[in-house]
């Protein structure tokens, strides 16, 4: 089975080949004089609704190959069936995508775009604003110095979407500044689903802050049921990606986002 290890060592290595062909200084050069095309917190903030993200993801390490389509295929339905934002995955290996599809992304949509890895350094935060990128997310427990990088995407007009497991990650995220808090239902040791990672850690999540349940909502009764545990916005890659009817099922979960109610 592949682990989070193993993962972030093959993402360090890529990286470090990435740096090479494309140094930090053309990133910068590349941002001077770009704008940031939408808000990403600003479009989860919506009280009455619960969000929807609806990530591309072509493949991933618990599922393998996943889908066949390509971006530019797919997000122009996330927007036309009312997603409030995208996420797109940048991961090659397990994940089978790369930074070429968030710039074919923030080509496609004027939706918000959060650009979805393994972020060690800082050169993939430049590279996602570069890329267009709206918001960045942050592994509370694989990228070293949290404040320094929840603070580099707001000086890029960025947002950081940081990912938590367990109550030590949440309190280190709203030290470090956090304004978007993830709760991933997933846990890296076998993949497996717990919807209730969200209702547990939820508690520890101020209200003044905005809390997105990520992995494996299948359906509408899912996101009422995130909802009800206190998600203000849920983030769905598999289920959309595999389905036979992406602009039905993203309609079906936008529905539910509707009605479902935030209980804090």
Same mark, same amino acid.
């Given at each position: 089975?592949?682990t989070?290890?193993? $993962?972030v060592?093959q993402?360090?290595k890529?990286l470090?080949?990435e740096?090479?062909?494309?140094p930090?200084?053309?990133? *910068?050069?590349?941002? =001077? /004089?770009?704008k940031i095309?939408?808000d990403f917190k600003?479009a989860?903030?919506d009280k009455?609704?619960?969000s929807?993200i609806?990530?591309? *993801?072509?493949?991933?390490?618990?599922?393998?190959? #996943?889908?066949?389509?390509?971006?530019?295929?797919v997000?122009?339905?996330?927007?036309?069936?009312g997603?409030?934002?995208?996420?797109v995955?940048t991961?090659?290996t397990?994940?089978k995508?790369?930074i @070429?599809n968030?710039?074919?992304?923030? *080509?496609?949509?004027?939706?918000?775009?959060?650009r979805?890895?393994?972020i060690?350094d800082?050169?993939?935060i430049?590279?996602?604003?570069?890329c267009g990128a709206?918001?960045?997310l942050?592994?509370?427990?694989?990228?070293?110095d949290?404040?320094?990088? $929840?603070?580099l995407?707001?000086y890029?007009g960025?947002d950081a979407?940081?990912e938590?497991?367990?109550r030590?990650?949440?309190e280190m995220?709203?030290?470090a500044?956090?304004?978007i808090? /993830?709760?991933?239902?997933?846990?890296f040791?076998d993949?497996s689903?717990?919807?209730? =990672?969200?209702? @547990?850690?939820?508690k520890?999540v101020?209200?003044?802050l $905005?809390l997105?349940?990520e992995s494996g909502v299948?359906?509408?009764?899912?996101?009422?049921l995130?909802?009800g545990?206190?998600a203000d916005a849920?983030?769905?890659g598999?289920s959309?990606?595999?389905?036979?009817? #992406?602009?039905k099922k993203v309609?079906?979960l936008?529905?539910?986002g @509707?009605?479902?109610?935030?209980? *804090?």
């Amino acid at each position: 089975m592949i682990t989070l290890s193993q $993962i972030v060592t093959q993402r360090r290595k890529i990286l470090q080949k990435e740096m090479k062909y494309r140094p930090l200084s053309e990133l *910068k050069e590349n941002i =001077r /004089g770009t704008k940031i095309r939408a808000d990403f917190k600003r479009a989860l903030k919506d009280k009455n609704v619960v969000s929807i993200i609806c990530e591309y *993801k072509p493949a991933s390490p618990s599922k393998g190959n #996943i889908s066949d389509l390509m971006v530019e295929d797919v997000i122009p339905l996330y927007e036309k069936s009312g997603s409030s934002a995208v996420s797109v995955i940048t991961e090659e290996t397990f994940f089978k995508s790369d930074i @070429k599809n968030l710039q074919i992304a923030s *080509k496609t949509t004027k939706l918000p775009i959060l650009r979805k890895d393994f972020i060690i350094d800082e050169y993939q935060i430049y590279e996602a604003r570069s890329c267009g990128a709206s918001a960045v997310l942050l592994m509370a427990d694989i990228y070293k110095d949290l404040r320094f990088g $929840i603070d580099l995407c707001h000086y890029f007009g960025m947002d950081a979407l940081v990912e938590c497991k367990n109550r030590e990650e949440v309190e280190m995220a709203k030290k470090a500044g956090a304004k978007i808090i /993830g709760i991933n239902n997933r846990d890296f040791k076998d993949f497996s689903i717990d919807y209730k =990672r969200t209702k @547990k850690l939820a508690k520890y999540v101020p209200e003044d802050l $905005i809390l997105v349940s990520e992995s494996g909502v299948q359906n509408g009764d899912n996101v009422e049921l995130l909802a009800g545990y206190g998600a203000d916005a849920v983030l769905v890659g598999s289920s959309i990606m595999e389905s036979t009817n #992406i602009s039905k099922k993203v309609e079906e979960l936008v529905k539910a986002g @509707k009605n479902a109610k935030v209980i *804090k």
